[in-house]
């Protein structure tokens, strides 16, 4: 075999192979007598048939089989002699491939960037400074109560926090527009459901009561035929019913897993969870800045091989989120290509960190991880076990714990800027640097 390496991009390489015909033929020949062994043909007794006859209906499927592997075979051969590392498996070319010729193929591949990462000084990171008080507590709870609350039809005021179930229809300068109305719409009043000031418009009215109010769609609304126009909107409330809050009792706090035999303690519990949301909700914030930021210093070139099967990744997840019931293949690939580019630009970019600053996961973190998930179900120690007895699953807590270290070891370089955020400003900061 001869092989000869040749760089056509950043990251793409052509990779020449030549394989002796002597060596094609010979394997060949070996799997025709093979299959000339078992092979049935009228005419002919079981491994009686003529070599003649066996090369004349098998030769070409034989030969294209044999080349194939042989392709890959020496493929493999040739970029460990050449010393690359291929990001994914490459596209393949035969030059030549008849009986008596030397085999010649390209490889056409592409292999990890060469990162060269940026000043760490020069990223900028805003982490929420939050405490969490009594009212944000009261907030939560009445939250989860609201989440479990009846309705009933009242004859007063609408008010916030009421549900209303309205007819509307929109004009804009007298025109219905498309997407504008709706019958017996439910509505959560101060729920922020609604652009700025459709629902301050409803507060206060009966049901009954039909009457209209004039609102501005925002500048940065999604459609943008109508973003920043002014428009009325015919309102008909037919129903407004109050929510009917269930008592904080025992059974009450077991709807949420809590064991309690008092609000005290219930309140104890509500908090500990909120305090162990913000905790995440800070650290997506924190290491979404960080991520932002090494994406603004470095110029990473993404492989395509790596970028299709994040793709290929992202359709499965949102089928599976939508239940499931088409192939994933028929989602269009250009949704999610943005996403799935940062998400391989990321990888290598930490990949470069952890290598540059020989990281390793932590045992001690890895098992305070473990035991940090463990501690929010009802059986922590066999959720631990689990961990322990799954390599797999182990393995994804030791890669969330050196992408830890990666985002510490940034921190420690980066300007960091503490912001006073109140509970809910933080946990929506954090949510929004998900995915």
């Known amino acids: 075999m001869q092989a000869s390496l040749e760089t056509t991009s950043n990251i793409e390489r052509r990779l020449t192979v030549s394989v002796p015909a002597q060596e094609i033929d010979q394997a060949v020949q070996a799997k025709l007598q093979e299959t000339a062994r078992t092979v049935k043909m009228n005419g002919f007794r079981p491994g009686k048939v003529p070599m003649r006859e066996v090369k004349r209906r098998f030769g070409a499927s034989v030969r294209q089989e044999i080349v194939g592997e042989a392709m890959r075979d020496n493929y493999v051969k040739a970029i460990q002699e050449q010393d690359v590392n291929p990001a994914g498996w490459p596209r393949f070319e035969p030059k030549t491939m008849e009986e008596g010729k030397d085999l010649e193929f390209v490889a056409i591949f592409e292999v990890l960037p060469e990162i060269e990462l940026g000043d760490f000084s020069k990223i900028s990171v805003e982490k929420p400074n939050t405490e969490i008080g009594e009212k944000d507590v009261d907030n939560m709870i009445d939250n989860l109560r609201r989440q479990q609350a009846t309705m009933k039809s009242v004859k007063r005021k609408s008010k916030n926090k009421d549900v209303v179930l309205i007819d509307f229809k929109g004009f804009i300068d007298g025109e219905e527009f498309e997407g504008g109305a709706a019958e017996n719409h439910k509505l959560t009043l101060g729920s922020g459901q609604m652009i700025p000031g459709f629902e301050k418009g409803i507060v206060g009215g009966k049901a009954g009561e039909e009457f209209e109010i004039e609102v501005t769609f925002p500048e940065d609304y999604q459609n943008e035929e109508l973003a920043g ?127 540059k600053n020989d990281l390793k996961a932590d045992d001690a973190k890895v098992d305070a991880k473990i035991q940090e998930i463990a501690s ?60």
């Open 229 to 355: 126009k002014p428009a009325k909107f015919e309102i008909k409330i037919n129903d407004v019913q109050e929510p009917q809050l269930p008592e904080l009792d025992t059974e009450f706090f077991k709807k949420f897993g809590i064991e309690a035999e008092d609000e005290e303690t219930f309140r104890a519990e509500v908090k500990k969870n909120m305090e162990r949301e913000l905790k995440q909700a800070i650290s997506n914030k924190v290491k979404n800045d960080v991520v932002e930021g090494l994406l603004e210093s470095t110029e990473v070139d993404v492989p395509a091989a790596l970028a299709d099967q994040e793709i290929d990744r992202l359709r499965q997840d949102a089928v599976q989120r939508f239940g499931g019931q088409v192939d994933f293949q028929q989602l269009p690939k250009e949704i999610f290509e943005e996403q799935a580019k940062r998400r391989v630009k990321t990888g290598l970019l930490f990949q470069e960190v952890v290598k």
């Open 376 to 435: 929010t179900y009802e059986q922590p120690e066999e959720v631990v076990a689990h961990f322990q007895n799954s390599p797999e699953q182990k393995q994804q807590i030791e890669s969330a714990v050196l992408e830890d270290a990666v985002v510490d070891l940034i921190l420690e370089q980066a300007k960091v800027k503490e912001k006073k955020m109140k509970y809910e400003e933080a946990i929506q900061a954090g949510q929004q640097q998900q995915g």
